[in-house]
């Protein structure tokens, strides 16, 4: 509907030159999607179960995913066809601790090639689960590195080759959560009950089955009218403690995210994509693009009910910008289990741009950046091992993307030429490019070098990303070079 009107927009345009009143009017009346006070909350949030391990006798921690179709009520009857992971929709929550060596068992039982890459895990390129290695139907392929950074919430999705907007938004997408080997930090961590995932994706239905037709569509792919938090259509949360922890996830194919709480009350955001902030920061908005990640800590007085909501963002009508959805009511029990936040959460070592061995820039523009398109035969950039490296990502357009390199966690380093806000003074991997700004984002590119393959860095906007809007970088040792072996 979308694209159809804005075509008739276009068109009336043209037709009165002055209407500007009755675009106006379209631009505010006509396009947007308002949720607002209109979803019933009458659905137990669903909570991704914690995939199943087994330490095996290498002292590996091992799981298995299964990628399967199934069918699932998403609120347009029992049987909307979908794929999940173990499941008809979305995936367990992997879990472990940092420094243990995992192993990850993938059945492909889809009819078509899938990959599953490791969103924000540093790993060797290999098994990093890219658009190289795609696992055919019935196929199986086993990822294991040493998980080797600091607490996170992270996450697992389809990457294969112009396949991941549809794959992903058929439901394939789940948590993993890294965990310290000891928490100090006396966070809200007990999963499911104070410590909830809360995987926000917009849909549009069509006869009851997920839709992806013209009348979703824009010029970020598809904009669904209704959200579904863990697959889970206009959910609530029973909350029995004073502070709840939500780990939001934008697992979206194009949409972006203003999060607020109904009644406008603050909270705390605790992290971001790579990590915990250094302190609690308190605010009453956290904005996250396709991919992004942050954790908060709501405040809730005991009987009361609060929703989370998404606010209009103030990006184009055409971009969803004038949207506004209830996401998720959180309902507070007669009587809550106090807990407190700590002032400190962890020590954030600055990386010194002194110390960087290269700049780069990548213009996002179009559906390229700095004018190619993906090509799996050619390497954008070298890089040398255990080097830190400042890239200026620069959004030369009116469109909005979101940055996402693989492998590494990076810093921020300015917005504009001036310093970054709160929000993006940790870790990230993720970072939404507001039309027409720039960005420098500084990262150390440790332990891994493979000359042979290749990781990622894209536009995590998924309809961009498969029309190319991707790069291929290689680590390699000092004085090597890249020597594709997929090629
Ligand atoms: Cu979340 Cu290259 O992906
Ligand atoms: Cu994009």
Same mark, same amino acid.
Not at 166 to 193: C, M, N, S, W
Not at 206 to 231: A, H, K, Y
Not at 321 to 334: E, I
């Given at each position: 509907?979308?694209?159809?009107?804005?075509?008739?927009?276009?068109?009336?345009?043209?037709?009165?030159?002055?209407?500007?009143?009755?675009?106006?009017?379209?631009?505010?009346?006509?396009?947007?999607?308002?949720?607002?006070?209109?979803?019933?909350?009458?659905?137990?949030? $669903?909570?991704?179960?914690?995939?199943?391990?087994?330490?095996?006798? !290498?002292?590996?921690?091992?799981?298995?995913?299964?990628?399967?179709?199934?069918?699932?009520?998403?609120?347009?009857?029992?049987?909307?066809?979908?794929?999940?992971?173990?499941?008809?929709?979305?995936?367990?929550?992997?879990?472990?601790?940092?420094?243990?060596?995992?192993?990850?068992?993938?059945?492909?039982?889809?009819?078509?090639?899938?990959?599953?890459?490791?969103?924000?895990?540093?790993?060797?390129?290999?098994?990093?689960?890219?658009?190289?290695?795609?696992?055919?139907?019935?196929?199986?392929?086993?990822?294991?590195?040493?998980?080797?950074?600091?607490?996170?919430?992270?996450?697992?999705?389809?990457?294969?080759?112009?396949?991941?907007?549809?794959?992903?938004?058929?439901?394939?997408?789940?948590?993993?959560?890294?965990?310290?080997?000891?928490?100090?930090?006396?966070?809200?961590?007990?999963?499911?009950? !104070?410590?909830?995932?809360?995987?926000?994706?917009? $849909?549009?239905?069509?006869?009851?089955?997920?839709?992806?037709? !013209?009348?979703?569509?824009?010029?970020?792919?598809?904009?669904?009218?209704?959200?579904?938090?863990?697959?889970?259509?206009?959910?609530?949360? !029973?909350?029995?403690?004073?502070?709840?922890?939500?780990?939001?996830?934008?697992?979206?194919?194009?949409?972006?995210?203003?999060?607020? @709480?109904?009644?406008?009350?603050?909270?705390? @955001?605790?992290?971001? #994509?790579?990590?915990?902030?250094?302190?609690?920061?308190?605010?009453?908005?956290?904005?996250?693009?396709?991919?992004?990640?942050?954790?908060?800590?709501?405040? @809730?007085?005991?009987?009361?009910?609060?929703?989370?909501?998404?606010?209009?963002?103030?990006?184009?009508?055409?971009?969803?910008? $004038? #949207?506004?959805?209830?996401?998720?009511?959180?309902?507070?029990?007669?009587?809550?289990?106090?807990?407190?936040?700590?002032?400190?959460?962890?020590?954030?070592?600055?990386?010194?741009?002194?110390?960087?061995?290269?700049?780069?820039?990548?213009?996002?523009?179009?559906?390229?950046?700095?004018?190619?398109?993906?090509?799996?035969?050619?390497?954008?950039?070298?890089?040398?091992?255990?080097?830190?490296?400042?890239?200026?990502?620069?959004?030369?357009?009116?469109?909005?993307?979101?940055?996402?390199?693989?492998?590494?966690?990076?810093?921020?380093?300015?917005?504009?030429?001036?310093?970054?806000?709160?929000?993006?003074?940790?870790?990230?991997?993720?970072?939404?490019?507001?039309?027409?700004?720039?960005?420098?984002?500084?990262?150390?590119?440790?332990?891994?070098?493979?000359?042979?393959?290749?990781?990622?860095?894209?536009?995590?906007?998924?309809?961009?990303?498969?029309?190319?809007? @991707?790069?291929?970088?290689?680590?390699?040792?000092?004085?090597?070079?890249?020597?594709?072996?997929?090629?």
């Amino acid at each position: 509907m979308r694209k159809w009107l804005l075509g008739g927009l276009g068109l009336l345009l043209l037709l009165c030159g002055g209407g500007v009143a009755a675009v106006t009017w379209l631009v505010t009346g006509g396009l947007s999607v308002n949720t607002v006070g209109k979803v019933a909350f009458d659905r137990p949030l $669903k909570v991704p179960p914690l995939a199943p391990s087994v330490v095996d006798a !290498d002292g590996r921690r091992v799981f298995d995913l299964t990628a399967q179709p199934g069918d699932s009520d998403l609120g347009h009857g029992a049987g909307t066809r979908t794929w999940g992971y173990n499941g008809a929709y979305l995936g367990p929550t992997l879990r472990a601790q940092r420094g243990e060596r995992v192993a990850v068992n993938v059945h492909n039982r889809l009819n078509e090639p899938t990959t599953v890459h490791w969103h924000g895990m540093h790993l060797p390129a290999k098994v990093d689960g890219g658009p190289h290695h795609p696992i055919p139907p019935g196929g199986d392929y086993q990822a294991a590195w040493t998980v080797d950074q600091p607490a996170a919430t992270l996450w697992y999705h389809p990457h294969p080759g112009e396949r991941t907007e549809r794959q992903v938004y058929r439901g394939l997408a789940g948590l993993f959560l890294i965990d310290e080997t000891e928490d100090k930090t006396g966070l809200p961590h007990d999963y499911g009950v !104070d410590d909830i995932p809360v995987v926000v994706q917009d $849909k549009g239905f069509s006869g009851g089955q997920l839709s992806m037709d !013209d009348r979703f569509l824009s010029d970020l792919g598809v904009l669904g009218d209704e959200i579904l938090v863990n697959g889970t259509p206009g959910p609530y949360l !029973d909350v029995r403690t004073g502070l709840v922890r939500l780990r939001l996830l934008n697992a979206s194919t194009a949409r972006v995210y203003d999060f607020t @709480m109904s009644d406008g009350r603050p909270f705390a @955001m605790i992290a971001s #994509d790579g990590g915990l902030l250094a302190a609690p920061y308190t605010t009453r908005r956290v904005r996250l693009s396709v991919g992004e990640r942050a954790e908060i800590v709501v405040a @809730m007085r005991p009987g009361e009910r609060v929703e989370l909501r998404s606010a209009r963002t103030g990006l184009g009508v055409v971009h969803g910008g $004038k #949207d506004a959805f209830d996401v998720l009511q959180l309902r507070a029990a007669g009587e809550l289990r106090e807990g407190a936040l700590p002032a400190r959460l962890a020590t954030l070592t600055k990386l010194d741009p002194q110390r960087a061995a290269q700049r780069r820039t990548f213009t996002f523009q179009g559906r390229g950046i700095n004018g190619d398109q993906m090509d799996m035969r050619r390497v954008d950039a070298v890089v040398v091992k255990d080097t830190v490296e400042i890239w200026n990502v620069a959004n030369g357009h009116d469109t909005p993307h979101s940055f996402h390199i693989h492998d590494v966690q990076f810093q921020v380093l300015t917005v504009d030429g001036n310093a970054p806000p709160p929000e993006l003074s940790g870790w990230k991997d993720t970072l939404f490019l507001e039309p027409r700004r720039r960005y420098a984002v500084i990262a150390e590119f440790a332990d891994y070098a493979d000359p042979t393959t290749a990781y990622m860095f894209h536009c995590h906007v998924l309809r961009h990303e498969d029309e190319g809007m @991707m790069g291929q970088f290689v680590v390699v040792e000092p004085g090597d070079t890249p020597r594709l072996s997929h090629n």
